[in-house]
């Protein structure tokens, strides 16, 4: 069968499934997770989203100590002896509602070793029992991608685990964990049982059909069915309404424009060229309007969920191709006209070659505009204040403010890490409609995104991904999607959507957060255009943001210089509170003896500088040579230190130096007998006097 007429088999199943009644049932929605068009309105019947975690409950209030705390683990509502049984008590809800996403992740002897039960309408047999990982992400109830692990390619133990298959229930649902391995030790809950549920609320008169092993069974089709669309992704229903292409100068737009009622976009496609791509998918920016209504202002390349490089992925509202081709499935109605802009603010030419298809729509009352907003947070110190200790440096950030009525429908983080460490162990904190304590309050940021354990490796997922992890653990880009369909989030007055910046380290980063969302004509967001931000300069190195220049004290600290090569082990910042300046230090690890680390610095004057610098020394510390230029730079420096850590100055000597780019490098000599094997180097910093 060919794949379009696969697609229309699958969706008229899935449409015949939602006509049955007029009761929230499975298969509504299962029909509802895959209609583009259910977002588009105001939910019918109304819900309130809400959500369940293993967070920290020292976490009480902003204003009071512990709001950043971080043991997300293992935080039960309570235990319970059922038929002599130890259960402990994830989810507890009150119908009408359905559970609609389900992540967990696990960690020690034991964490995923146990058995799940989720009990509906009180009744004391439970509908779901069996092992935690097959309902997850195995292929107990349903298969992938509505049960789901990631990345498939991390290490199963360090994988996310999802479930999408909606739960509905009419009184109550309960689900519990026996785990044998659960113990209270050192006064903390172990081993590491991490779970984030979202869940449903509907009004009391709403009418749910409850989950039942009856009705799985009988919608074993239905279920696969709804797999196999939301895998097979979105599939244009024709043509092309328009295309265009054009070489924008600095400054110029493309438009593409439709009038008429009935209609929406259904399809938006661009496809870039320029010298300089990455910068080009920064600074080119769509934006839309709706009916004179500017709604859409966001990056080209955020918009599509790739960031500012071409990273294929397909999820079930945005997909990028190895060429660089760029889709939109996103549903966006409007009453009588639409305009969609791209607009170069960069400095340099770029091609573009855009599309766009439009269906009919229904023009409704509840009917909403799309919206995209986007900020990014540039040279973000990830420690605010530099100086403070332990939680104290740690802060929320924001991706978007709403006021008016709605459905929040995902967001995205393209960031651009520039230490050897995680910068996402912070929590999702969103609040609804003013409440003093957020709704969603999670358990790190890979475990928001759907993965866990900091892991880089690449996913991509109908409603989550991760196109590039590669700044995960060490400098580099990574970028982390999470679209909404059951779990959109309802809003009737206000959203304000956080995430902590909770970075293990003390570094600076760039931080771009765009979110999207579905909103009634005249909402207000506090994200508006930011065209002097776009046209900042994408980083690409850990070095344009850490350039490698002596400050006005003549001190370049040993971070920031540019590693150029690395012949043998690994070379880059450190972080840790050994007496180094910044808490940092530029760390050589594990170099063969004979190797030659090359390093750059810049010099925006010339002159003739006497050099000295801070080296460290450890007991696994080797002998070192260093040069400047290729001359050698003062004597040889023995490393080792006996008991720990420690630092020492040493004169490299005068050098007439010329203004501009120069080298420094590091020849490994050797090792001290008494050195632990390693051959470590470390530089605090250099100091340059005239």
């Known amino acids: 069968m060919k794949r379009l007429d696969a697609f229309c088999a699958i969706a008229v199943l899935l449409l015949l499934s939602s006509c049955n009644n007029n009761k929230v049932t499975l298969e509504s929605l299962l029909h509802e997770m895959t209609d583009r068009e259910v977002l588009t309105r105001l939910p019918d019947p109304s819900y309130t989203l809400k959500q369940f975690s293993s967070y920290d409950r020292r976490s009480t209030s902003p204003d009071e100590p512990g709001w950043f705390a971080n043991n997300d683990y293992t935080r039960f509502i309570r235990e319970e002896n059922n038929n002599g049984r130890r259960e402990f008590v994830l989810f507890d809800a009150e119908g009408p509602g359905a559970v609609v996403r389900w992540w967990m992740t696990f960690a020690g002897d034991g964490a995923a070793d146990g058995t799940v039960r989720i009990y509906i309408d009180g009744k004391p047999e439970p509908v779901v029992e069996g092992d935690v990982l097959e309902l997850l992400s195995g292929e107990m109830i349903a298969s992938g991608p509505l049960a789901a692990s990631v990345s498939p390619e991390t290490e199963y133990e360090r994988r996310g685990h999802n479930l999408y298959l909606p739960l509905p229930y009419q009184q109550q649902c309960k689900i519990t964990y026996e785990c044998d391995a659960v113990r209270f030790e050192d006064n903390r809950w172990l081993p590491s049982i991490y779970y984030n549920i979202c869940y449903r609320s509907y009004k009391n008169d709403v009418q749910v059909e409850s989950i039942s ?75 839309i309007s709706f009916d004179g209504e500017q709604t859409v202002w966001i990056p080209a390349g955020d918009f599509f969920g790739t960031g500012y490089q071409i990273y294929p992925s397909q999820t079930w509202y945005t997909a990028v191709t190895d060429d660089g081709l760029m889709e939109s499935f996103w549903l966006m109605p409007f009453k009588e006209h639409v305009k969609i802009t791209f607009t170069n603010f960069s400095k340099q030419e770029v091609s573009i070659d855009a599309g766009v298809e439009l269906q009919n729509y229904n023009w409704q009352e509840t009917s909403m505009y799309f919206g995209a907003g986007w900020h990014e947070h540039y040279m973000l110190n990830t420690a605010n204040p530099p100086k403070a200790e332990g939680d104290d440096w740690h802060f929320d950030v924001n991706f978007v403010d709403l006021k008016g009525q709605g459905v929040y429908a ?217 040069y400047i230029d290729g001359k050698p730079a003062g004597s040889r420096f023995n490393g080792f230190n006996q008991q720990n850590v420690t630092t020492g100055k040493v004169n490299l000597g005068a050098h007439s130096l010329s203004m501009g780019e120069h080298t420094l490098s590091i020849k490994i000599m050797g090792a001290d007998e008494k050195a632990k094997p390693g051959n470590m180097v470390g530089i605090d910093w250099l100091q340059f006097k005239e």
């Open 213 to 287: 092993k009856e009705i799985i069974g009988h919608n074993r089709e239905l279920i696969s069915a709804t797999a196999k669309l939301l895998s097979a992704g979105f599939t244009k229903r024709g043509e092309r309404s328009l295309s265009e292409s054009k070489t924008l100068a600095s400054g110029d737009s493309l438009s593409l424009e439709f009038e008429g009622a009935g209609r929406a976009v259904s399809w938006l496609s661009a496809k870039f060229e320029s010298s300089n791509i990455q910068q080009a998918l920064r600074s080119t920016v769509l934006s």
């Open 410 to 626: 995902g967001d995205a983080l393209i960031l651009f890490n520039t230490a050897y460490g995680w910068w996402g162990e912070g929590d999702e904190k969103i609040y609804v409609d003013g409440e003093s304590f957020p709704s969603f309050i999670g358990t790190g940021t890979e475990d928001y995104y759907g993965y866990a354990w900091c892991r880089p490796e690449n996913f991509t997922h109908p409603f989550i991904a991760q196109p590039t992890g590669a700044g995960n653990l060490e400098p580099g880009m990574t970028v982390n999607i999470r679209y909404r369909t059951l779990d959109a989030i309802p809003f009737n007055n206000e959203i304000s959507s956080n995430i902590e910046m909770w970075h293990w380290l003390k570094t600076t980063v760039n931080f771009a957060m765009a979110s999207y969302w579905y909103a009634l004509p005249g909402f207000e967001s506090n994200r508006q255009p930011e065209i002097e931000a776009v046209q900042k300069p994408v980083a690409l190195e850990r070095s344009e943001i850490y350039p490698p220049v002596i400050d006005e004290n003549g001190i370049l600290e040993g971070e920031y210089l540019e590693v150029v090569d690395t012949p043998s082990g690994t070379a880059g910042p450190q972080s840790g509170n050994y007496g180094w300046s910044s808490n940092n230090q530029l760390w050589w690890r594990h170099g063969n003896v004979g190797d030659e680390l090359l390093l750059r610095f810049i010099l925006e004057e010339g002159g003739r500088f006497t050099i000295s610098a801070q080296l460290t020394k450890a007991p696994d510390y080797g002998i070192i040579q260093l």
